[in-house]
């Protein structure tokens, strides 16, 4: 009969301690969420507020200097062969960039000055991410305060309008070309100082 009797279940020592302890970690853990998910969304809140901010401030300042342009304008242009629209993520992921136009043929004076072009497809990233030579060649031909060449088309913060850009952006590109529309990230070049 000895025989018939199923040995023991070993002890789980973990059952206590969590019926001790569950009162007080649960609610704590809960606690630290709470706060760290509202930090978070706070500053959030505070990175796009300054986004937008900076985008109205940079419209007005550029609005007194003339250096606003319609897309009604670019797109004529663009259609005619003239010019370059730059699209620059100022951030990576933060769907903030800035669209530029200039009269100039960007890829012309990029090979000219051995500079080259980002690919289309970001297969070349990584490359341009750790090594930026065009954006920095970008930034110091064209966002130079002493030359009047660029003009800004939109500035944009919010995902709504990275969606509308995206759409406007795929009918220039097919009825203008290719490379009258390029893409840069000049936030990279500019947090790291040039």
């Not at 007080?24 to 990175?47: N, Q, R």
């Not at 030579?133 to 110091?140: G, L, P, S, T, Y």
């Not at 800004?152 to 995902?159: G, K, N, P």
Request: charged share 25%; glycine share 6%.
């Amino acid at each position: 009969m000895a025989e018939d009797v199923p040995p023991r279940a070993p002890f789980k020592w973990w059952i206590p301690l969590l019926i001790l302890f569950a009162p007080i970690v649960v609610p704590s853990y809960l606690v630290y969420v709470f706060i760290v998910g509202t930090i978070a969304i706070a500053l959030m809140l505070y990175f796009r507020v300054t986004a937008r901010l900076r985008a109205r401030r940079l419209v007005r300042r550029l609005r007194s200097f003339n250096r606003v342009v319609s897309w009604q304008e670019v797109e004529a242009a663009l259609k005619s062969g003239r010019g370059t629209l730059l699209i620059d993520n100022l951030s990576l992921g933060w769907n903030d960039f800035d669209v530029w136009w200039t009269p100039e043929c960007v890829a012309d004076a990029a090979a000219a000055a051995g500079v080259r072009l980002p690919a289309e497809d970001y297969s070349d990233f990584q490359d341009r991410l750790e090594n930026p030579v065009f954006e920095r060649w970008a930034v110091a031909t064209y966002f130079n305060p002493l030359r009047d060449h660029l003009r800004l088309v939109q500035s944009t913060c919010s995902y709504g309008d990275g969606e509308r850009l995206k759409a406007q952006l795929k009918i220039l590109t097919a009825t203008s070309g290719e490379r009258s529309v390029i893409r840069m990230n000049s936030g990279m070049v500019r947090a790291r100082g040039g």
